[in-house]
């Protein structure tokens, strides 16, 4: 799906605003129109119930390379949904890292022509997790972590052996 002929006029127009140095608050208005303008394009509502967000502390967005400028919403379906605006190439290991040992992971879809924090400088990238993942996800943590107590359990017993 690609953005119409006035949503990239909006875009062209904060760029130059960008360019030109226009107050912050003038630009603000502008994104948040765009804003508006592509969640209504894509199907997309508030994440009022901060599912998304939740997801995004279990996952550590604000430590993986690529996840910059975030907002949440919900998609269709109850779909948690990320959008990443970035000035750096996601990790090419980032989609692995997010599959989860029973196959669950979120449609990444690169969208930046949809770009409305700095169209034509950064990245823009949907993130649409089932609305399993969380909790399958904190499953694995668990599960995980059970498995490292046992190791850590059975590396101690191995060293007092020795």
């Known amino acids: 799906m690609k953005p119409d002929a006035s949503y990239i006029k909006l875009q062209t127009k904060l760029r130059t605003w ?6 912050l608050r003038e630009r603000i208005k502008l994104e948040r ?3 508006k303008r592509f969640v209504a394009a894509w ?5 009022r119930h901060r599912l998304a967000r939740s997801i995004g502390r279990l996952i550590w967005i604000n430590f993986i390379p690529g996840f910059d400028h ?12 990320i959008i990443s605006q970035t000035y750096v190439e ?23 022509e949809w770009a409305f924090y700095n169209p034509g ?5 949907i993130l649409k997790f ?14 995980n972590s059970r498995l490292s107590e046992i190791q850590g ?8 052996h020795y």
């Open 90 to 112: 996601f990790p090419p290991q980032l989609r692995a890292s997010l599959t989860l040992e029973n196959g669950l992971a979120p449609e990444i879809i690169v969208a930046t």
């Open 153 to 160: 359990e059975t590396e101690l017993k191995r060293n007092e």
């Open 43 to 47: 199907g997309f509502t508030s994440d």
């Open 33 to 35: 129109e765009l804003e």
């Open 121 to 125: 400088n950064a990245d823009l990238r």
């Open 18 to 23: 960008i360019k030109q140095g226009k107050p």
């Open 70 to 81: 975030c907002d949440f919403y919900a998609g269709a379906n109850g779909e948690r949904v």
């Open 130 to 143: 089932p609305c399993s993942y969380e909790k399958a996800l904190e499953e694995s943590k668990l599960r």
